[in-house]
């Protein structure tokens, strides 16, 4: 059974930072490109950041570039979102999911997803 448990949420005042962690089991970890996606209320999951299975490779949406940054250890099966000058915008519930197809970024292809963990920035 494969879990992807996200940590790491909470609340934070503007400018602050926030490091999530994303602890997978039930898979061959190394195999997986992951994700981070995020889901503000009313409003469509979009991807935030993405890291190729060896991590040599990652994509950032335009609104997080400089700001967020992904990580992976595949030793510990876990992949990382260190989130630096926190914005109000970045309110949202923040999910982790793995796929075996980095390039790509689709929800749809991505197979298993993490409960997801409340990311609130406040002003």
């Known amino acids: 059974q494969v879990q992807l448990v996200e940590s790491g949420g909470g609340l934070v005042q503007v400018g602050g930072s926030l490091k999530l962690s994303c602890a997978a089991s039930g898979l061959t970890f190394s195999r997986y490109a992951m994700g981070w996606f995020r889901q503000a209320p009313g409003k469509e999951r979009d991807v935030v950041a993405s890291i190729s299975r060896l991590g040599t490779n990652t994509y950032y949406a335009d609104s997080v570039k400089g700001r967020f940054t992904i990580s992976r250890d595949n030793a510990k099966n876990t992949v990382y979102l260190q989130m630096n000058s926190l914005k109000p915008e970045d309110t949202a519930v923040y999910y982790c999911?793995?796929?075996?197809?980095?390039?790509?970024?689709?929800?749809?292809?991505?197979?298993?997803w993490g409960q997801g963990t409340q990311v609130t920035v406040s002003s």
């Open positions: 999911a793995a796929t075996l197809t980095y390039s790509d970024l689709r929800i749809g292809a991505y197979d298993y």
